[in-house]
């Protein structure tokens, strides 16, 4: 009933919402970037993005994970021109480390799975990330697992990644994956994201969050530059959501460990930055549990099928 409410009212309020999004379609539009190959300058122009009626209506952010991962290969490049295309604001990703120290953007610490690395060097098993130079990982095809038009799209290093992000003029969920396996990435991290200019006042004040499953990184984060957001991913006990508000902005948990009274009590700790601590929850991705978080409360929506969900909660 409660997305049913905001998504008439979001209609009251803007009958045009059609005309700037277009209509809604369960299959997105063909991607546009002159092949997975294509660097920056092909990437498409970002599409309509959603009107400001999560902060008129209170309405849950939609964070596309991974890019659009469910429509295009994980984490590549082409995932985040779709999410654009698709209109969605927000990016999510896995940050990495090759042998030589240089940053990728993958989730799992192998390449087995979203890689054809077995057949490119079928003698390095377990075939760790770490265990890679990044030359070795750029020879590595990304895409043909998903589906053979993707064939030839590549891992992208985080440089590259933030560039195609600001290009498609879109923000970023950042994860910082298994850092117990990358001592140090934090700090590597940061300095890459000051670099591409990820850390002025307006990127920090809106367009950034770090996140990890590790509270030892989010804080070891909160402590180096403690004017950028901070999310814990997981759902601690009630009972120690306090000691985590020391050190994180917002408490991002799976939709399946929480519920209402949770989000409410997490919504009342504030967080290092004086504000209402938030909840993202992640991965929503059919209209029955998009409903059933938003009627919990939450304040995001991480899902692999961003469209859809934006279509329940926005109503286009």
Do not use: C
């Amino acid at each position: 009933m409660y997305v049913r409410t905001v998504a008439a009212a979001a209609a009251v309020l803007g009958i045009t919402l059609s005309a700037l999004a277009g209509p809604a379609s369960a299959t997105p539009p063909p991607l546009r970037t002159g092949g997975p190959k294509a660097g920056p300058a092909a990437a498409p122009h970002a599409g309509p993005k959603a009107p400001p009626l999560a902060g008129l209506l209170g309405l849950p952010v939609v964070y596309a994970h991974r890019g659009a991962s469910a429509y295009a290969p994980e984490n590549t490049l082409a995932s985040i021109d779709l999410a654009a295309q698709l209109g969605m604001d927000w990016v999510e990703n896995d940050v990495q480390r090759t042998k030589d120290g240089v940053l990728v953007v993958i989730h799992d610490d192998t390449l087995k799975r979203t890689t054809d690395v077995q057949k490119v060097f079928p003698k390095r098993s377990p075939w760790r990330v770490k265990d890679f130079t990044a030359a070795e990982i750029a020879r590595l095809d990304a895409g043909s697992w998903f589906r053979p038009e993707f064939a030839g799209a590549r891992i992208p290093t985080l440089r590259e990644y933030l560039d195609r992000v600001q290009l498609n003029q879109g923000r970023l969920l950042l994860e910082v994956k298994k850092p117990e396996l990358y001592p140090g990435i934090e700090r590597e991290i940061l300095d890459l994201l000051d670099s591409r200019g990820w850390l002025d006042a307006r990127h920090v004040a809106s367009r950034l969050v770090v996140q990890s499953f590790s509270a030892d990184s989010v804080a070891l984060v909160h402590r180096m530059r403690p004017d950028v957001v901070t999310a814990f991913l997981g759902a601690p006990p009630e009972e120690d959501l306090e000691r985590y508000a020391a050190f994180s902005d917002r408490i991002n948990p799976w939709f399946r460990e929480i519920n209402a009274e949770w989000v409410a009590r997490v919504h009342a700790l504030r967080g290092p930055h004086g504000k209402a601590m938030e909840v993202d929850t992640w991965i929503v991705d059919d209209p029955d549990t998009t409903q059933r978080v938003v009627e919990m409360g939450v304040d995001g929506i991480i899902s692999n099928r961003p469209d859809l969900v934006r279509r329940t909660v926005y109503g286009y």
